[in-house]
């Protein structure tokens, strides 16, 4: 019988998904450090891709509720990371444009930021030039919006929201072929087309599918999970997960979409937290990242960790510096400015509840 925990709030949810955003941020650093020639970068980012499947996961779980509360407001949620786009957006448009008034880009790049999300800026390292895509993690927002848009489609127009799995299940099928399967099995075209770079490398946002809806469909079923799994097998299968990923990166090094420990570790963690006694591993300031910070952190990673790596080109000789510092200066300045503007965001609305307030 699983041990279940009493809470008001998921206190270590709050900090994994502090953790994972910390981890997001740093590897898209895009180090060129390796080990034995294998890059560094390469091995952390595809053994890591279970991080952004949590943050589908915790939308897809929030999306249910027995009342059908959460499911009536899928239109705010929507709109919330609809504005948070926008501001993702005029936040890069400046960024850009302060760059092209430097020299350093030219108006045409300012368009194809504005009109696309993932330019490519070649800045001079120690390594040779080199291309950063500092909005391509722009995709993610794209992502949830869509599914946000799709549910409110079902729940518009009453249709069960089982019959999710109609897309869910072909398209985990598909990413677990094309990362994993296939390259194993030697195949690595398919009509001349490259399965890992280009078919795999393009899907990868369609992982927004079926953890989104798996994450609605834990949190429908929670009950029989809570009935199945007692703490003991939670973390067992979430270090086989772990044990069974780490095998699947040797194999095929450089997948694109995930591994099938990818998937279990994802599940296995997110559930994992919810077994956590609310009086342990209490990290505050971890806790206050991930429930203010994480949105935050998401948008200004990618121009801090372009602009560390930018301002490092006087030292491009000087390999600590520019591998092993350069990360974590990028880092900081990240959860500097989400820090900045969480509090920003406080403030303004203790404001505006003191106004509603003495009207």
């Known amino acids: 019988m699983a041990e279940t925990v009493v809470r008001k709030e998921n206190h270590a949810l709050r900090s994994v998904t502090a953790v994972l955003m910390l981890f997001i941020a740093i590897v898209h650093y895009d180090s060129f ?21 949590v943050f589908f996961l915790i939308s897809g779980y929030y999306c249910f ?45 300012i368009l194809h930021e504005f009109l696309t999300f993932s330019p490519a800026i070649t ?80 899907m990868y946002p369609l992982v ?18 809570d009935r199945s799994f007692t703490n003991r097998d939670i973390w067992l299968i979430l270090f086989v997960g772990a044990a069974l990923m780490c095998v699947e990166a040797t194999i095929v090094w450089n997948s694109k979409t995930i591994y099938f420990g990818s998937l279990v570790v ?3 963690l997110f559930y994992a937290t919810f077994r956590v006694p609310e009086d342990r591993g209490r990290i505050p300031f971890l806790e206050y990242m991930g429930r203010c910070m994480t949105p935050w952190m998401y948008v200004y990673f990618g121009a ?13 000789d000087n390999y600590i510096l520019c591998e092993c510092v350069g990360p974590f200066l990028g880092l900081a300045l990240d959860v500097l400015l989400a820090f900045i503007t969480a509090k920003v965001i406080e403030r303004m609305s203790e404001k505006k509840r003191s106004s509603a307030a003495a009207s």
């Open 304 to 316: 801090t960790m372009f602009l560390i790596r930018f301002w490092m080109q006087p030292y491009c």
């Open 33 to 53: 450090m390796e080990i034995d020639g294998a890059s560094v970068h390469v091995i952390v980012k595809n053994i890591g891709r279970f991080a952004i499947p």
């Open 266 to 268: 994802a599940v296995f």
């Open 208 to 225: 927004a599918i079926p953890f989104f809806i798996i994450g609605y469909f834990l949190h429908k079923h929670k009950e029989w999970f």
């Open 65 to 109: 509720s027995k009342d059908g509360h959460a499911e009536a407001n899928i239109k705010k949620k929507a709109m919330h990371i609809f504005y948070l786009i926008v501001y993702y957006k005029i936040f890069y448009l400046i960024f850009s444009t302060l760059f092209c008034i430097a020299g350093v880009i030219t108006p045409g790049d």
């Open 123 to 202: 800045v001079d390292t120690y390594a040779g030039p080199h291309a950063m895509s500092y909005t391509q993690s722009l995709w993610f927002l794209y992502a949830l919006l869509l599914m946000y848009i799709f549910w409110f489609l079902l729940y518009h127009f009453k249709i069960d929201f089982k019959w999710s799995w109609l897309l869910a299940g072909p398209v985990l099928i598909a990413c677990l072929l094309m990362g994993e399967f296939l390259p194993m099995a030697g195949i690595n075209e398919i009509n001349g087309v490259n399965v890992i770079d280009i078919i795999a490398h393009n």
